[in-house]
């Protein structure tokens, strides 16, 4: 059993950029499509699929990863911030701007995963999840 799914999911596609993977797969759940979502969103990676096993309902999240032109990625770093032992909470006026704006925060909230960018115009704060760059 995974205690923190949301740093799996993360670990799972820092090392599958480090070994230059197109596709990561991972246990699917709600969050974690959430998740993907914005990253997509936001150009982090290509695309997302979900992905169901026969005769079973084991959902599977299939993340491709998006790669510069000469190989390099596109995500920098991707850091988990609150943790089960240690949550984060932030209100929406100190949602923290990931290098100067150009990263992205990914928060959940009251009205649901969102960025901090989003949050921050929505005036809603919540628990910040990760950061990307």
Same mark, same amino acid.
């Given at each position: ?12 596609? !820092? ?14 759940? !709600? /969050? #974690? ?6 990253? $997509? +969103? ?6 997302? &699929?979900? $992905?169901?096993? +026969? ?6 999240? !299939?993340?491709?990863?998006?790669? *510069?032109?000469?190989? +390099?990625?596109?995500? &920098?770093? /991707?850091? !988990? ?7 984060? =909470? %932030? ?5 923290? #701007? ?12 009251? #009205? *649901? ?11 809603? *704060? *919540?628990? /910040?999840?990760?950061? %990307? =760059?």
């Amino acid at each position: 059993m995974i205690t923190d799914p949301i740093s799996d999911m993360l670990t799972r596609m !820092r090392n599958a950029i480090g070994a230059r993977h197109s596709k990561v797969d991972v246990p699917a759940s !709600r /969050l #974690k499509i959430e998740i993907a979502r914005i990253l $997509k +969103e936001e150009g982090y990676i290509t695309n997302y &699929s979900i $992905k169901t096993a +026969e005769g079973t309902n084991i959902r599977t999240l !299939r993340i491709f990863l998006r790669y *510069g032109p000469k190989g +390099e990625s596109v995500i &920098s770093e /991707l850091k !988990r911030v609150s943790r089960p032992s240690l949550r984060v =909470y %932030v209100p929406s006026g100190e949602i923290p #701007k990931v290098l100067g704006g150009l990263g992205v925060s990914i928060l959940s909230t009251s #009205k *649901g995963v969102m960025t901090g960018k989003l949050a921050r115009k929505s005036n809603v *704060g *919540g628990e /910040l999840l990760c950061s %990307v =760059y």
